[in-house]
């Protein structure tokens, strides 16, 4: 049961590979486990040329939609996405 809860937990790595191949044009993110490790509480920041355009909420949609399996898991998550400029 204990490798169970191990094999399952979620980590600031798996949301980062997620959402770098789910947005366009990643230009840095920041995830933060604030859980002491248990991977129930995270914040993220992410700037992507994705955002450019968008409103808050549908910003904050796709990085839902990008990590929506590990979302079950995570009791909090904050979330602060910023539209990068094109390079």
Known sequence: IL??????????????SK????????QSIKV???SDGCGSKF???IVAEEFIGKPLLAQHRLVHKA???ER???HALTLKTI???KT
Do not use: N
């Open 3 to 16: 490798l169970q809860l191990f094999k399952d937990m979620i980590t600031p790595e798996i949301l980062e």
């Open 19 to 26: 959402i770098k191949t789910s947005l366009e044009g990643v």
């Open 32 to 34: 933060t486990d604030l």
């Open 43 to 45: 914040e993220i920041e």
């Open 67 to 69: 990590i929506e399996e």
């Open 72 to 74: 079950k898991s995570i």
């Open 83 to 85: 539209p990068a400029t």
